[in-house]
């Protein structure tokens, strides 16, 4: 299952340059598909957007785009179930993983915590906003029943299709 750009940014609360530049600055591309020449659509994961809403969580905090492309590149190495029960937490400068309650503490009692993002938190809002809007299967190129009012290129299609 992928998912076109502007519903990507839909789930991940972005802009559709926010998106773009990420993709073309290699912070985060789609996995699905990658655009290839003018024309093609690039496809997003369901991975791919979590990180997206996590990176907008982490720029919305203040925290430098280069550090947010350190903790990127970690989220990356990290397999899919580690993902959900991590909890990233920043000084607004560094972002720390942590994955108990007690490196949490620990993080906050020594000064360092200012804030942290619960990735199984962003995981279910990620889910429940793609639940509502469309997809693609990869395989057929066709798009999932399911379509979001404000997809403006699905709406033109369906009008095309009538």
Request: some cysteine.
């Amino acid at each position: 299952m992928g998912y076109r750009g502007p519903t990507a940014c839909a789930a991940a609360g972005i802009t559709y340059r926010q998106l773009d530049y990420w993709a073309r600055t290699g912070l985060v591309e789609p996995t699905v598909r990658s655009a290839h020449g003018p024309g093609t659509q690039r496809l997003y994961g369901f991975r791919d957007i979590l990180v997206l809403k996590i990176v907008k969580r982490l720029l919305d905090t203040g925290v430098s785009l280069q550090n947010i492309r350190i903790a990127v590149a970690h989220l990356r190495g990290r397999g899919i179930g580690d993902l959900a029960g991590m909890t990233l937490m920043s000084d607004g400068a560094s972002v720390y993983e942590c994955t108990s309650y007690d490196e949490v503490i620990d993080l906050v009692q020594g000064g360092q915590g200012v804030f942290g993002i619960a990735v199984g938190a962003v995981w279910r809002e990620v889910e429940g906003s793609l639940a509502q809007l469309q997809g693609e299967h990869t395989g057929t190129g066709e798009p999932t029943p399911q379509v979001h009012p404000g997809d403006e290129l699905a709406r033109r299609r369906r009008d095309r299709a009538v």
